[in-house]
């Protein structure tokens, strides 16, 4: 992350009052500026910046943070509190025609995500709702904005339709739903053009369509590292068109996304979704009450555990806690372990998700290279049954055919049979360690 | 001499339609900002931590970033107090001052570096939908304009639609665009690309890339791949490497401006979609923090809509109505 978090801000401030003994008005308005300089660096706008800074003030000022042993937590409490009470705390769904199709048209600026997003959330509401969707390419200014769609229904393998760069996009639109009403699609995506909002030719052709097709939802697509400026865009695309709600994109930038904040708070309309990468299905439901944390720097512990528990297999996990008790650890339980973390996405991803992860020294920056873990499984593919059974075996000859087939060194090879060892030997003392416990009360572990 | 004075002087030999575009594009900046200092100027007629503080509010909705805008507040307290300025309508110049100095320090380093023995390599980064394709559409365009020959190279072999787009771009210019198939190794392209700016001896091969957030280490090393591959093909190659960047963005245009330098060195910046309602002032803070030029910027959809970044016209641009204003004195 590149700011250092609210937590430690905050901490810093209390060590400045720490001495006095009482907590005074003063000492409030120190805090309080942190939280307005950290939200401020998270790119929430100003003005709510103001507002809630002043929401704050009043809960803060009141007793139940002067008189708090913790006056610290309780801040971080009150401003958590206020925040979530500001984003909402329900995830918000899909409006689904009561009568299909569905029709659901997407809008925004340039370079926002439109297209992109098109293709995720047709890709979603077809894997998640089970439907069948048609994507209509309405984007007749960017050039190839339409082969950009086509290729994206080609890898989704689902229709595409488009009237070709010349046609005047109502008439896309008007003529996609038909389509999919012929074709009996139960949902509509309209992919219009990005468009600034202040131009007000191309905003009136989007409440042309808009007027044409109905839509249930007018989806705001918004770049999550948008900038102050982010409350004009929302503001007039709301104003233009009463939009629906908003899909916040590039979320998996290292962006602290305060614009949700800003766009949440001049709108009122809901955040749907949130894209995190730059695969089809990078998609999720938007959870107002991460994303608060994530503003703050608090770490988004929730969605942590909630992605390991969707990519760990539970069942494997009681074998191979099994296998550590007794251990009968093997080279090939380690690769297993190794592609179930790889499951869970990229490890910095989850690194930055554990809160006072940024504390941690050395690993405020740290990058992990995904290169790094498929060498250690080339180099455990490439072992014998019987060599990944009892790694003792592998003498300097099989090393060599290892490292050759694995396209690895021999040292490397070296490298990953000291780690398991040292693993094991570890294992070993941590076994050791609670049945020594139970017997003697004993530690037996090396710097003890 | 009034700081008004003395820029109108330096501006008067200008071209009408560069400042007149950059009044365009920048109309909705200069509105903003510029209003709001007047309207400041006249609510408060004593320079005191009140009026430092909204101006502080109106850098701060300008995206400059806390930091910056801090430090710029600390100069000109400084200033304020040594000039021994009491009313805020002698702090107006002050303000417009401190704000140029900060973006005008070498008038060559905005410049593009081309090499003036042989092509001219730039290479083009930037996160994903900053407007990378359509800037070298618009790049291609300008020194084929100048009379230059243009190769553009296809780099972009990830986003769907990509490479379509750079070719539209490249049939609107009139230059040929050298592209593998989607999917395929962008150094591949880029090598290919090199090769055949070699043996047509073109001034200047543009070679685009995929869009990227500066945080996916993988990516950032396929770049530095890229980067090194134009740099073996051709010593003292790429002649720039610039980061496009979208005036919309936040704070987090320094971490794309820190990561992507990094990895490719990056020479300098074009700030695009400069025509929104978005302020531009990440400028002010890269400029401060990370010490990098902008070279150019873009203000439409047009393929003119390109201008290399002029330090003067753009502050000109941001203050001509505080110009007309305080040059009241003037005429």
Not at chain 1, 167 to 181: F, H, T
Not at chain 2, 174 to 199: M, N, R
Not at chain 2, 305 to 314: E, K, R, S, V
Request: hydrophobic residues 40%.
């Amino acid at each position: 992350m590149a700011f250092e978090s609210l937590a430690d801000r905050l901490q810093e401030t209390f060590k400045k009052i720490r001495g006095k003994g009482k907590v005074s008005e003063a000492d409030v308005k120190e805090m309080t500026r942190e939280v307005r300089l950290a939200l401020l660096e998270a790119d929430v706008n100003f003005k709510v910046v103001k507002d809630f800074i002043n929401k704050v003030k009043e809960r803060a000022v009141g007793q139940e943070v002067l008189k708090s042993l913790t006056p610290g937590q309780q801040v971080i409490k009150v401003v958590q509190d206020e925040l979530t009470e500001l984003m909402g705390s329900e995830v918000s769904k899909l409006k689904i025609a009561q009568k299909p199709p569905t029709v659901i048209m997407l809008v925004g600026l340039q370079g926002a995500g439109k297209t992109t997003t098109t293709g995720k959330l047709a890709n979603y509401v077809r894997k998640q709702l089970n439907k069948n969707p048609l994507l209509v390419a309405a984007d007749v200014y960017r050039p190839a904005a339409i082969k950009q769609l086509e290729t994206l229904g080609k890898q989704l393998n689902m229709p595409v339709f488009s009237l070709g760069d010349q046609a005047n996009p109502v008439d896309i639109a008007k003529q996609g739903l038909e389509k999919a009403k012929a074709d009996h699609h139960d949902i509509v995506f309209i992919d219009t053009a990005g468009r600034l909002h202040i131009d007000e030719a191309m905003m009136e052709e989007l409440r042309q369509i808009k007027a044409a097709v109905n839509p249930d939802e007018v989806i705001l697509v918004v770049d999550a590292m948008t900038g102050q400026d982010a409350v004009n865009v929302a503001e007039s695309f709301n104003e233009s068109l009463d939009i629906t709600g908003v899909i916040l994109t590039k979320l998996d930038a290292d962006t602290r996304g305060g614009a949700a904040l800003s766009v949440k708070a001049v709108t009122g309309k809901p955040i749907k979704f949130a894209a995190t990468g730059e695969k089809l299905d990078a998609l999720e439901p938007f959870y107002p009450d991460r994303m608060a944390s994530r503003i703050l720097g608090m770490g988004d512990v929730l969605s942590l555990i909630e992605k390991a528990q969707a990519s760990v297999d539970e069942e494997k996990a009681k074998e191979m806690e099994k296998k550590l008790r007794d251990l009968s650890f093997t080279l090939d339980d380690f690769l297993d372990q190794l592609a179930q973390i790889r499951k869970m996405g990229p490890l910095e991803d989850l690194l930055a998700m554990m809160p006072g992860m940024n504390k941690v020294k050395g690993l405020k920056n740290v990058k992990i290279d995904e290169k790094q873990l498929s060498h250690i499984e080339a180099i455990i593919r490439s072992m014998t049954p019987q060599e990944k059974a009892d790694p003792d075996i592998i003498n300097a000859s099989r090393k060599k055919r290892i490292a050759n087939g694995s396209g690895t060194s021999i040292q490397d090879v070296n490298r990953l049979l000291k780690q398991f060892k040292d693993m094991k030997k570890m294992m070993k003392q941590m076994m050791g360690m609670t049945k020594g416990k139970k017997k003697k009360g004993l530690f037996n572990l090396p710097f003890m | 001499m009034s700081f008004f004075k003395k820029l109108k002087e330096k501006l008067a030999g200008q071209k009408e339609s560069v400042t007149s575009k950059f009044k365009d594009g920048l109309s909705k900046t200069r509105h903003s900002v510029a209003q709001k200092v007047n309207n400041l100027v006249k609510r408060y007629r004593k320079v005191d931590e009140e009026f430092f503080e909204e101006l502080e509010e109106i850098l701060i909705t300008a995206d400059v970033g806390v930091h910056t805008v801090m430090d710029l507040i600390d100069e000109l307290k400084d200033q304020a107090r040594s000039r021994n300025i009491k009313e805020t309508s002698e702090l107006q110049d002050v303000i417009i001052e401190v704000l140029a100095k900060m973006l005008t320090k070498d008038e060559e380093e905005t410049k593009l570096r081309l090499n003036p023995d042989g092509t001219t390599v730039i290479l083009m980064v930037g996160v994903n939908g900053v407007g990378k394709t359509t800037t070298i559409g618009k790049l291609a365009n300008r020194f084929k304009q100048e009379g230059k020959s243009v190769l553009l190279a296809a780099g972009d072999t990830f986003r769907a639609g990509a490479i379509d787009q750079l070719e539209v771009w490249g049939k609107r210019a009139g230059v040929d665009v050298i592209k593998h198939q989607e999917g395929s190794d962008p150094a591949a392209v880029i090598y290919d690309a090199l090769q055949a700016a070699k043996s047509r001896k073109v001034d200047v091969l543009i070679c685009d890339t995929a869009g990227r957030l500066q945080n996916k280490v993988n990516l950032m090393k396929e770049l530095e791949k890229v980067k090194r591959v134009i740099s073996r093909e051709f010593p003292g190659a790429p002649h720039e490497v610039l980061l496009a960047l979208d005036a919309t963005t936040g704070q987090n245009a320094l971490s794309q401006a820190k990561e992507f330098g990094k990895a490719t060195d990056v020479t300098g910046i074009v700030l695009t979609k400069l025509d929104g309602t978005a302020k531009g002032g990440i400028v002010f803070a890269i400029r401060h923090e990370l010490d990098l030029p902008v070279k150019f910027v873009t203000l439409g959809e047009g393929i003119d809509d390109i201008q290399p970044f002029d330090a003067d016209a753009f502050v000109y641009g941001l203050f001509s109505e505080m110009m007309t204003e305080a040059g009241g004195d003037a005429e």
